[in-house]
């Protein structure tokens, strides 16, 4: 039951020309702009070429794009047109309906990924052997988090809210949330509380894994504790219309 759910959804995302534009193409054109493009500064490069330092951050928007908000969206819509009303008719329990969704995110990310990396291995980028275990860790419980918040998010509010606040949020997260701008060069506190975030996280997790070859082990825990606690929380507040 699990996998033919979860392979519905990911058909149905796939064949999504949005959805595709939000998960696929606008990561690889921030990819392809900021490799190319003197926007980063010279003083946080350091030594790494230009995509070494921009992909880890481009896969981890890759996961929040499709994993939160075109899940949310997509969540949020499907209550609205009765899908999870006729689905909750059959034998599929709720939190199966939650699972399927998030595996679906899953197969989307693999997508995601290998189109990425081949782009940026075009492009010149050059991944640490020794962190393509951690980094694969860090893609799956980004997933996982980042998929449960947008169960949790379309779950719970009407369509229009859900697409109005999805976008806003995948805004703020990019630019604020430590995907374009590293946690430490946000001053004081409030680069500490970035790190905490899902999308930081993941991001300067998956720097530490494809730059350095280590594991970050405070960015797993921070995203098992995202995906737990948006998981349990999803699994009780989704609403099926």
Not at 150 to 155: A, C, D, I, S
Request: without cysteine; charged residues 10%.
């Amino acid at each position: 039951m699990l996998l033919t759910h979860a392979r519905i959804e990911t058909s149905l995302t796939l064949r999504h020309g949005e959805q595709i534009l939000l998960t696929l193409l606008i990561p690889l054109a921030l990819l392809v702009g900021l490799s190319l493009l003197d926007f980063l500064p010279t003083g946080e490069l350091g030594s790494l070429s230009r995509v070494d330092w921009v992909t880890p951050r481009i896969l981890a928007l890759a996961v929040m794009s499709s994993a939160f908000t075109g899940q949310a969206i997509a969540l949020g819509f499907d209550r609205r047109y009765g899908v999870l009303k006729r689905l909750s008719a059959t034998a599929l329990p709720r939190w199966l309906l939650v699972a399927g969704r998030l595996v679906a995110a899953l197969v989307v990310v693999l997508l995601q990924v290998v189109a990425l990396g081949i782009v940026a291995a075009l492009l010149g980028w050059s991944p640490s052997a020794e962190g393509i275990g951690a980094a694969v860790v860090l893609l799956v419980l980004g997933t996982l988090a980042f998929g449960a918040l947008g169960v949790l998010l379309g779950g719970a509010l009407r369509a229009e809210a859900v697409l109005a606040l999805a976008n806003i949020v995948w805004f703020v997260l990019l630019l604020a949330g430590g995907i374009l701008m590293a946690p430490s060069s946000l001053p004081g506190v409030l680069g500490e509380l970035v790190a905490l975030l899902p999308s930081g996280a993941l991001a300067e997790g998956l720097r530490t894994a494809l730059v350095d070859g280590t594991f970050a082990w405070d960015a797993v825990a921070t995203l098992a504790v995202w995906a737990a606690a948006a998981g349990a929380l999803a699994t009780r507040t989704t609403k099926l219309t």
